[in-house]
């Protein structure tokens, strides 16, 4: 009778601990959101603010010289965050980092609204610095910790809504940055950008969010890296080494450690770097390409070609957080690749002179698989340990803000003297060739995986040991 009663016993605890796992995730889910909702309000003051300081530069300094000076302070101040934030993320909570990031940003939005009129030219590159730094110091520090605040298997479906939130923002900060200046002004559309950053602050600050602080060194890489764990293990250790080696300079070794502790990762993220460069041809060449076509409003085509991109990035998070749920698996790296093929080949095309009809399809493409790649690229280095994570994201952000901005300089100088079309399609020529090669890398790295397995599997049956079909867990390797 005993025995009977045992069974019993063990499936009451059993569908005890599945309800609890079930409320815990949705819990987490419904915290994630939460989080995500302050987020975008706070990308809808980003966005905000990128068209109405900028505007603000030029009415104020009366130079386009001045506003391009405003983005290259705000782009290195990107760059240097980068370089730091993973050590940051070893010594502070993710919480920590996110809920300053906005305090920060929030607080020189105040000062440049107080500021006297002598002092508006120090104040403006004082937003430029701390916008720049803490906007990337959010953003390592959000996505480096998705997989500790929602689970490994559900990582996909969190960057998706997380993007999905930031596309949505961008839309809304861009079609209404003119209205909002024309009607209210300046500095009423400061307030409102300052407004943003409190209140995802204030959401920051009311929620439990786990990550940073070395989160990997208490089992959390265990859990958060997955598939890697075999791979991320070694990795570690050699970080650990190299801290210790370094000391308040950790950052350097560890970083460059993450970017070796799986196969191609450090090929993916320099496809990123040349990806952001490519990006930057489009961004500047498109004002060029609109008043070509309606000289008299030029803004009505870049506006349009930006609402309909961010139509076909929602669709793709749709399409990728239906997968994710389904499946339980993300795009993965091959997933990135490809996406980039795409993507650079539709913003080529978007500058061929197709009708319009053609050109919003082709928007709708590029806006879709540059949803793909983001979902993909961020998911991807998710899988590596929680204490090489947050290095590289950082270093990430480093190069995507490096590419950018050599980019922007490049680009300007060559749209002087060449078309519009030439100058995107020689910039995202270049990450298409970047792409190809990491396609054929990671092809390569699946084939090797295969053998090995196809070897591991014939030896065992030379020894009479049945086929157990154990993976290596490299999964990293294959995307």
Known sequence: MGSADGPKADEADGGARNSREAREAAVSERRFRFLVAGYAVSSYGTFLNMVALNL????????????????????????????????????????????????????????LILAPDGLLTGALMAVSVVIGACGTLFMVALRSSIPEMVGEDRR??????????????????????????????????????????????????????AGGRGAGGKGADAKGAGGTASEGSGAER????????????????????????????????????????????HNAALPIYSTSLDASNPAVFVSAFWCVWALGNIGAQQVIQRYAQRTGRSVGALGF???????????????????????????????????????????????????????????????????????????????DRFSPLAVVGWSHGAAIVVAVVFLLRVAGVRRADRAGRAGLRKEEAVEGRPDRGDRDGAEVSGG
């Not at 010289?65 to 980068?82: E, I, Q, T």
């Open 56 to 111: 603000f530069v030029y009415e104020t300094t009366g130079r386009a010289l001045a506003m391009g000076l405003f983005m290259a302070v705000r782009l290195a101040s990107g760059f240097v965050a980068g370089l730091v934030v993973g050590g940051l993320l070893v010594r502070f909570s993710a919480k920590t980092i996110m809920l300053w990031a906005n305090v920060g940003q929030g607080a020189v939005m105040l000062v």
């Open 337 to 415: 690749g490809y996406g980039t093929v795409v993507m650079s080949a539709a913003f080529i095309a978007a500058f061929a002179g197709f009708p319009l009809a053609v050109t919003a399809v082709i928007a709708l493409i590029a806006g879709a698989a540059d949803g793909l790649t983001e979902v993909a690229y961020t998911s991807h280095l998710q899988t590596l340990p929680a204490t090489l994570r947050g290095h590289a994201f950082g270093l990430s952000a480093t190069f995507e803000n490096l590419g950018f901005g050599v980019g922007m300089i490049l680009v300007a100088a060559a749209l």
């Open 238 to 281: 050699g970080a650990s080494g190299a801290s210790s080696a370094t000391g308040g300079r950790r950052w350097r070794p560890v970083a460059f450690l993450a970017l070796a502790a799986a196969p191609g990762m450090g090929l993916m993220v320099a496809l990123r770097g040349v990806d952001a460069f490519g990006s930057s041809s």
């Open 156 to 209: 996909a479906w969190a960057n998706s809504l997380s993007i999905t939130g930031r596309s949505l923002a961008m839309v809304a900060g861009f079609a209404s940055a003119g209205v909002v200046v024309s009607l209210v002004g300046y500095t009423a559309a400061f307030v409102v950008d300052m407004a943003t950053f409190v209140a995802c602050a204030v959401t920051v600050a009311l929620l439990p969010i």
